[in-house]
């Protein structure tokens, strides 16, 4: 069954971005792409039609001018208009088309995380059936270091199998914070450090047993390397994304806590690099 990507288009410069990467991950992944742009429903009927018709030419000019920015080859492509509510009838087309991924460009608002609950994006990142992808890097740039924070749940299991899958070639970096109790009070004394010490040990120990166990279920083993930092888990990936930011970040929808959606709109707040986001399952 061919693979579907689905891109949402809003005709704008910022959206340049996701529409680049959309086609080359098409080209790359051999899928079909869909790119949809979704209308105001309330816009009276002979409008809408005009509406569609020079909506769509101009999908298929941005799409003509961005292969030739990019020299990219044309993929399978499928270019639409549909009315509603844009959050609504982007999740409603994933559904109905069973795509693979949605393609969004990124949050426009950056440095206002208190505008980021309600945007289009962070309503998609909530309800999407598959793996969301956010843009905000040029297409140009190749992924070949990629970032995934682990904590040992289902949904760092499924983002790890859905990044190896997508990505097998890549350099994945897997990135575990925590903290331990009693740091603050107790850091100085020794017999407090060797137990520390000892837990340190026992984590890395356990998230390797894991990354092993998952690796017996794919055909390759990658490129892998097994960060542990003591902290605050959104501290710890912040500073981690200024220091040394990946080319992708790939995220668990309820990974790291009780506090994954602040952690999202932080991150889509101000984004470093390309995130993509899965649910647990």
């Known amino acids: 069954m061919t693979q579907t990507l689905l891109f949402a288009c809003d005709l704008s410069a910022e959206n340049r971005a996701a529409f680049a990467r959309a086609i080359r991950l098409a080209n790359e992944s051999g899928a079909r792409l869909d790119a949809v742009h979704v209308l105001d ?97 040029p297409a140009n740039r190749d992924w070949e270091e990629i970032l995934v924070p682990v904590d040992f749940s289902l949904a760092t299991r499924h983002i790890l199998r859905e990044t190896l899958k997508r990505f097998p070639e890549a350099h994945l970096t897997l990135l575990h914070a925590w903290e331990i109790p009693g740091e603050r009070e107790l850091g100085s004394d020794s017999d407090y450090a060797r137990w520390r010490d000892r837990e340190v040990e026992r984590l890395r120990a356990q998230l390797e047993r894991e990354t092993d166990q998952l690796m017996s279920e794919l055909d390759d083993v990658p490129d892998l390397e097994l960060v542990l930092e003591q902290g605050d888990p959104l501290e710890v990936l912040l500073t981690h994304l200024r220091r040394q930011p990946p080319d992708l970040l790939a995220l668990g929808s309820r990974g790291q806590l009780g506090r994954q959606g602040h952690i999202t709109e932080a991150l889509l707040t101000e984004p470093h690099c390309d995130i993509m986001l899965c649910r647990a399952w």
């Open 41 to 137: 429903p309330y816009l009276p009927h002979r409008v809408l039609h005009d509406l569609e018709n020079a909506v769509v030419a101009d999908m298929q000019a941005m799409l003509t001018d961005i292969r030739e920015d990019y020299a990219l080859p044309e993929p399978s492509t499928l270019l639409q208009t549909v009315a509603g509510a844009p959050y609504a009838e982007i999740i409603r087309e994933a559904h109905d088309r069973e795509v693979d991924m949605i393609i969004l460009g990124a949050h426009r608002k950056r440095g206002q995380p208190d505008l980021v609950a309600g945007t289009t994006l962070a309503r998609v990142l909530r309800s999407a059936p598959c793996p969301v992808l956010s843009v905000s890097q």
